[in-house]
């Protein structure tokens, strides 16, 4: 049986936020989307305003993604900060995010 690797992200202008629980392996293959992603478009990412936030999970592994990607690492705790808005984890469901999509929604109508 193949197990799938559900990711989820949302798209802001030129930002990316990406949810996933996933094995070192599929995070290297990740890498390797977002590079030929980067490749293609000639939009790159910028390690210094990058952060992985995590949950819980081997400490080597996350560190590991984290000097893969050259980002900066955090415990996600009680939540972030992403435009502004608090954002707490609650197993990140669609209503931790309906107050943003809320906002961006009302920008578009008016």
């Known amino acids: 049986m193949t197990r799938q690797v559900c990711i989820t992200h949302l798209f802001f202008v030129d ?9 070192r392996s599929q995070w290297c293959s990740l890498h390797q989307i977002l ?3 980067d490749n293609a478009s000639k939009l790159f990412t910028n390690g210094s305003k990058s952060t992985l ?43 931790d995010w309906m107050c943003v999509v809320d906002k961006f929604k009302k920008k578009l109508c008016s």
């Not at 930002?15 to 094995?23: E, G, K, M, V």
């Not at 590991?64 to 992403?82: C, E, K, R, S």
């Open 35 to 37: 590079g030929r992603f």
């Open 15 to 23: 930002d990316i936020l990406t949810f996933c629980i996933i094995s």
């Open 53 to 95: 936030y995590y949950s819980q999970g081997n400490m080597q592994d996350i560190e590991h993604i984290v000097a893969l990607f050259d980002v900066q690492m955090a415990p996600i705790g009680v939540g972030f900060t992403y435009l502004r808005f608090c954002l707490q984890p609650n197993g990140y469901g669609l209503e």
